[in-house]
């Protein structure tokens, strides 16, 4: 036991035993650094110095792209982008869709032939709601069956029928946007079935709304063209006929003076470039001129 002991002891101050490292200057021979060392300091600073290396290649892995270029690891990025592009291609489909629909309906119209209404539903989707079968209950026949009887002899009717047409509506204090500058051509005769003014202006210009509000029409209609209505509060209804184009769709919600259509000329009862303005409250068309300065 005692040489083992002294065979240790021996190693262990050969670890401490001190070395002089000595930096000189080979011509002049003149020492420049010195560093006295020993075998343990030398094996803790390697120790040290390639723990610090790993530890410093392990965050440059963990915080920076070059984590993409080991097996396993994937670009959290990449994920969101892809999502993005369905997104998008998705969009891009429907889009593709509507259109389609558009030159047909348009065919259709040309050639005669009754529009199609929607686009068509996927073999899939077919199957998928073909067995929905939809019963009424007995509690819902018997609403429908009141809810009819009492209305079935409701006429809609207005006071003094004659000057309904003329009669002053409730909208008086409610300042409006006009909707169109230029000139009026044909005024608002309810009487001739003209239940608005025509104003005829620039070519291109845009028709504003005249309130805040909600567009609950936009479409082409063989008549007049394209056509967009508009929901304000207070029960008033603002229409805009013969555009040549529309820039709102029917859910969109307008403030006023937002431009939502271009003035035109479009349908078959137009008679040149001109806006067809009407203006409804409470059901009932009004004299746009009485509120309006155009």
Do not use: C
């Not at 509060?233 to 013969?242: E, F, G, L, R, W």
């Amino acid at each position: 036991m005692a040489p083992e002991k002294k065979d240790k002891k021996k190693w262990i101050s050969k670890l401490r035993n001190k070395y002089r490292l000595v930096f000189m200057n080979d011509e002049t021979l003149e020492e420049r650094l010195t560093f006295r060392l020993s075998r343990l300091n030398v094996f803790i600073a390697l120790g040290s110095l390639t723990i610090i290396l790993i530890f410093l290649t392990s965050i440059l892995i963990a915080f920076t792209p070059l984590r993409e270029y080991i097996p396993g690891y994937t670009n959290y990025g990449l994920q969101k982008k892809l999502y993005l592009l369905l997104k998008k291609t998705d969009s891009i489909e429907k889009d593709l869709s509507r259109k389609e629909l558009f030159f047909q309906n348009l065919k259709d119209i040309i050639n005669g032939k009754d529009l199609t209404s929607d686009i068509p539903l996927s073999k899939d989707s077919l199957h998928k709601y073909s067995n929905i079968k939809i019963k009424r209950s007995v509690e819902d026949s018997m609403l429908r069956l009141e809810v009819d009887n009492r209305s079935k002899y409701n006429i809609y009717r207005m006071e003094n029928t004659e000057n309904a047409f003329l009669k002053k509506s409730s909208i008086g204090g409610v300042l409006f946007f006009t909707p169109l500058k230029g000139i009026i051509t044909n005024v608002f005769k309810p009487s001739d079935g003209h239940y608005g003014i025509d104003i005829v202006s620039k070519q291109n210009e845009a028709i504003k709304s005249v309130l805040d509000g909600t567009v609950v029409f936009s479409s082409w209609t063989i008549e007049t063209g394209y056509v967009i209505i508009i929901q304000h509060p207070q029960n008033i209804v603002s229409v805009y006929k013969h555009n040549s184009a529309v820039l709102k769709k029917a859910g969109d919600i307008v403030k006023a003076g937002d431009p939502i259509a271009i003035v035109g000329e479009s349908g078959e009862m137009s008679t040149g470039l001109h806006l067809h303005f009407e203006l409804w409250s409470d059901g009932n068309p009004v004299d746009p001129k009485d509120y309006i300065s155009f």
